[in-house]
């Protein structure tokens, strides 16, 4: 039964003298596998000439079928999820997790994104890849998979129509293993294959209301939590509102005052006729500067969550202690005020997190895009980094005009500053 190259059995001598031979021939995967992949392997190459015989296999592998080498395994975390956004474009949004199973590192050369089809639609290599891809639990770029360790591909997808969206995608990766592994160096495989989420995203009235709110949105986009077992990304598309005030600042007081900012105790509203299903009040705000000592259950400080229809939850986090409106079980109507802006919980100063999620928790959740019913858009601040540094020295923050003008049901994408309607209860 000539199954595995002698140069590989020769190998395993050792292992063989102590196994029945049907045993042998089941580990030989596993164990050819390995070698291949290590320093120092007497069975090089060895894979690339395997051919199984269809006598020896289950039916699921075919007579004279090629073993592939997969040392990186694909899995897309929870499906695509998409919105139409302020810019005219639809974005989609997911992460790809990559698993080395392998004791030794790999390079990612590059993730081919292709429909289910095998359509192309976007590659990934280069700079590219390395500013989309982290080890996960890092946020230092990267495209190196270190030795039995997992990465994670933020994928961030733009499509000039809703029909241009595919129903579903998958991934043609390469990896470079390096030279005098016996295979490769560069290794291909199709695989993290997942169905797109086609249903479109809830239309929400603004969670607050007035001029000259900025919306932080892309330092929530790698915020994947282990929660409760699980890999959640429930921030994927969360949004931090600022207010600024008439000359365009954050802050027009003492740095360590809430009051100085414009946006402390701003009315925060229901953006849906909703039932509430949480509503924490009664623990502390966090004076800019101070280091959070909480633990995770404080993290959200004072905050509600409403349950906006079957599977889609929104959440609002850090309001005034003293200024939750609402209790668990109450129904709300759109606009109704739930509770006041403010700085509790895990807060580096006042400011409302919003997000929608799959779950009736902000970390336990699969996080969910939405679209603003309306909103006339100012600009947009450039990065994160500038609004922080706006907020240190107390300068006016820089807005770029170029692309101003009112929007209806579509999302915030880049880092914009939006006038928000004014409005009450129906």
């Not at 609002?316 to 005020?337: E, F, W």
């Not at 100063?349 to 970390?363: D, E, I, T």
Request: hydrophobic share 40%; with cysteine.
């Amino acid at each position: 039964m000539d199954v595995i190259p002698q140069s590989a059995v020769a190998a395993l001598k050792p292992l063989s003298r102590a196994m029945h031979g049907a045993v042998l021939v089941s580990l030989l995967v596993v164990v050819v596998g390995a070698s291949v992949l290590s320093a120092a392997s007497p069975a090089a190459g060895a894979l690339t000439a395997a051919r199984w015989s269809g006598s020896t296999l289950p039916r699921a592998t075919a007579a004279g079928s090629m073993l592939t080498l997969t040392p990186v395994l694909q899995k897309v975390i929870s499906p695509p999820r998409w919105f139409e956004g302020a810019d005219g474009r639809f974005h989609m949004k997911y992460e790809l997790k990559l698993t080395n199973a392998a004791p030794v590192s790999l390079d990612v050369s590059s993730v081919e994104v292709r429909s289910g089809r095998g359509r192309h639609i976007d590659t990934l290599s280069g700079p590219r890849l390395a500013a989309a891809m982290t080890q996960l639990g890092e946020q230092a770029p990267t495209s190196t998979l270190n030795g039995s360790t997992v990465g994670i591909v933020w994928v961030d997808l733009t499509f000039p129509t809703r029909r241009s969206i595919p129903r579903a995608i998958e991934h043609r990766l390469t990896i470079d293993v390096g030279p005098g592994r016996g295979v490769g160096p560069m290794l291909t495989h199709v695989g993290g294959r997942a169905e797109v989420a086609h249903r479109p995203p809830m239309v929400l009235s603004p969670p607050l209301q007035g001029a000259r709110w900025t919306a932080a949105i892309s330092h929530h986009r790698r915020s994947i939590q282990t929660v409760n077992g699980r890999l959640r990304d429930g921030q994927r598309f969360a949004v931090d509102w600022n207010c600024l005030d008439a000359q365009g600042r954050t802050m027009s007081g003492p740095p360590d005052e809430l009051a100085s900012s414009p946006s402390y105790r701003a009315p925060v509203l229901a953006v849906r006729d909703a039932k509430v299903v949480q509503a924490v009040d009664g623990l502390p705000e966090l004076i800019p500067g101070e280091t959070f000592s909480g633990g995770l259950a404080q993290a959200d400080g004072n905050h509600v969550i409403l349950k906006l229809g079957p599977g889609t939850f929104a959440g609002y986090a850090h309001l005034v202690p003293g200024s939750v409106r609402v209790r668990a079980g109450d129904h709300v109507r759109r606009g109704q005020v739930l509770g006041l802006l403010g700085s509790s919980g895990n807060s580096s100063g006042p400011h409302l997190h919003f997000q929608l999620m799959n779950r009736p928790s902000l970390l336990d959740a699969d996080g969910l895009p939405f679209v603003l019913r309306r909103f006339e858009l100012q600009g947009d601040f450039g990065s994160v980094d500038a609004l922080v540094e706006a907020d240190a020295t107390g300068a006016t923050l820089a807005i770029d005009r170029s692309d101003a003008g009112p929007r209806r049901r579509v999302g915030l994408v880049g880092f914009p500053v939006v006038d928000l309607p004014r409005r009450g209860p129906r």
